[in-house]
């Protein structure tokens, strides 16, 4: 079946080191994937939308490739800011009905001083 | 440009007491329209959805209900509140069905 699994938990890291979110899938069909962000008290926003073709999304430093080949999608940016630290969510719709969303468990991210 | 706004912004009720939460969606004819329930510190759980008045799907059973009486409107409902159903609702709309693009939420705590 479908599914979303995420680095689970806390990561905590040190403000200038490079940040990497884990996210890999299950699907049957070749799904779009997107990563939300939600700082603490507010909504989730969407950071980024896989694209069908081979090009990487970037937003506000972020960015993340889909790999078919090993059903993944990992959110990546090269230098962590404080402002980063927030719950991060891998998502991608159904396989069975296109309405239905599956979000991952989410990501904590805090970035430290 | 859309804006997506919810009532009330935070909630005290009582168990057993009934409850009912708003969306509004400006700027966006026939929105596919949806409901999100977060624990405290959870993950997000999709709750209903809509993609046209007076339609409304379950996808996780709470004990709760939702309906689409306008277009721009989508009320989430309960006629016995339990202490599980504290927590952050938030309604989200999407475009064509994938990316969602969430309303600030309201916070609910039962007591």
């Known amino acids: 079946g479908d599914s979303v699994t995420q680095t689970e938990g806390l990561v905590t890291l040190t403000e200038g080191l490079p940040v990497m979110l884990n996210c890999t899938y299950q699907s049957t069909y070749s799904p779009f994937l997107f990563w939300y962000v939600q700082h603490l008290n507010e909504a989730p926003k969407l950071l980024l939308k896989?694209?069908?073709?081979?090009k990487r999304p970037e937003h506000q430093g972020f960015h993340a490739t889909l790999h078919k080949s090993s059903s993944s999608f990992h959110l990546q940016k090269s230098s962590a800011q404080l402002s980063d630290s927030a719950l991060y969510y891998c998502?991608?719709?159904?396989?069975?009905?296109?309405?239905?969303?599956?979000f991952g468990k989410g990501t904590h991210l805090h970035v430290l001083p | 440009a859309q804006t997506i706004h919810q009532w009330p912004v935070a909630e005290i009720k009582a168990v057993g007491s009934p409850l009912s939460l708003g969306c509004t969606i400006k700027?966006?004819?026939?929105?596919?329209l949806y409901w999100y329930w977060q624990a405290t510190g959870g993950t997000l759980q999709q709750l209903f959805y809509s993609i046209t008045v007076g339609q409304v799907e379950s996808v996780v059973q709470l004990n709760l209900s939702a309906s689409r009486p306008k277009d721009d409107q989508f009320i989430l409902s309960t006629e016995k509140l339990l202490l599980s159903h504290s927590g952050f609702y938030l309604c989200a709309w999407s475009p064509l069905g994938d990316e969602q693009y969430f309303g600030p939420g309201t916070r609910l705590t039962v007591l």
């Open positions: 700027g966006k004819s026939s929105p596919n």
């Open positions: 896989s694209f069908t073709d081979n």
């Open positions: 998502a991608l719709p159904s396989d069975t009905n296109a309405y239905k969303v599956i």
